[in-house]
T-cell receptor, first 113, second 113 residues
Framework: GAGVSQSPSNKVTEKGKDVELRCDPI?????LYWYRQSLGQGLEFLIY????????KSGLPSDRFSAERTGGSVSTLTIQRTQQEDSAVYLC???????????FGPGTRLLVL | QKEVEQDPGPLSVPEGAIVSLNCTYS??????FMWYRQYSRKGPELLMY????GNKEDGRFTAQVDKSSKYISLFIRDSQPSDSATYLC?????????????FGKGTKLTVNP
């Protein structure tokens, strides 16, 4: 079956622009997670969705970062006024439930110039 | 001190060698322990999943968890060139909530033919 998909696979933007990253989870998975992977910091949690609600946003690094999920399916991570330190790979994972195995997508590689 | 510590390597071994990878952690609330494998420019894929202390074996892979020492290990027997990847340990707590994963920084492994 189809796995987690993310788009775009690569994004180059200029400092100060807004970007939107999309995640399509595995069908039927109620839990969805966003992580960020950067060279110096490794893989870090950003936000968790259960259905359309986000009970854990503790990993969002600043108020420039926001995310939403609609229809219990697709999720969008938005970064406003991008900075160079936002350059990283943004990974999405979905799970059948809150404690199930997390299946990762291929990631979106974001480069802020 | 980071919650999860993992030696980044790199680690280079000849084909057929036994590989030992490990992580230490500081949060005694962690109850679920995982090893993910990540190939270059791909998302992480789950290799092993262990609950609490003990050993788990799957083919050439063995995962060990020692909660008293806050130490987890992954052993790869008869290593193959196809095992060349970055190995990430990950763990989560059992208090309900998001079950977000906390990752080590990953160990890059190269198996030479």
């Amino acid at each position: 079956g189809a796995g987690v998909s993310q788009s775009p696979s690569n994004k180059v933007t200029e400092k100060g622009k807004d970007v939107e990253l999309r995640c399509d989870p595995i069908s039927g998975h109620t839990a969805l997670y966003w992580y960020r992977q950067s060279l110096g910091q490794g893989l870090e949690f950003l936000i968790y969705f259960q259905g359309n609600s986000a009970p854990d946003k503790s990993g969002l690094p600043s108020d420039r970062f926001s995310a939403e999920r609609t229809g219990g399916s697709v999720s969008t991570l938005t970064i406003q006024r991008t900075q160079q330190e936002d350059s990283a790979v943004y990974l999405c994972a979905s799970s059948p439930n809150a404690r199930g195995t997390q299946y990762f997508g291929p990631g979106t590689r974001l480069l802020v110039l | 001190q980071k919650e999860v510590e993992q030696d980044p390597g790199p680690l280079s071994v000849p084909e057929g060698a036994i590989v030992s990878l490990n992580c230490t952690y500081s949060n005694s609330a962690f109850q679920y322990f995982m090893w993910y494998r990540q190939y270059s420019r791909k998302g992480p894929e789950l290799l092993m999943y262990t609950y609490s202390s003990g050993n788990k074996e799957d083919g050439r892979f063995t995962a060990q968890v020692d909660k008293s020492s806050k130490y987890i290990s992954l052993f790869i027997r008869d290593s193959q060139p196809s095992d060349s990847a970055t190995y990430l340990c990950a763990m989560s707590g059992g208090q309900g909530g998001s079950e977000k994963l906390v990752f080590g920084k990953g160990t890059k492994l190269t198996v030479n033919p």
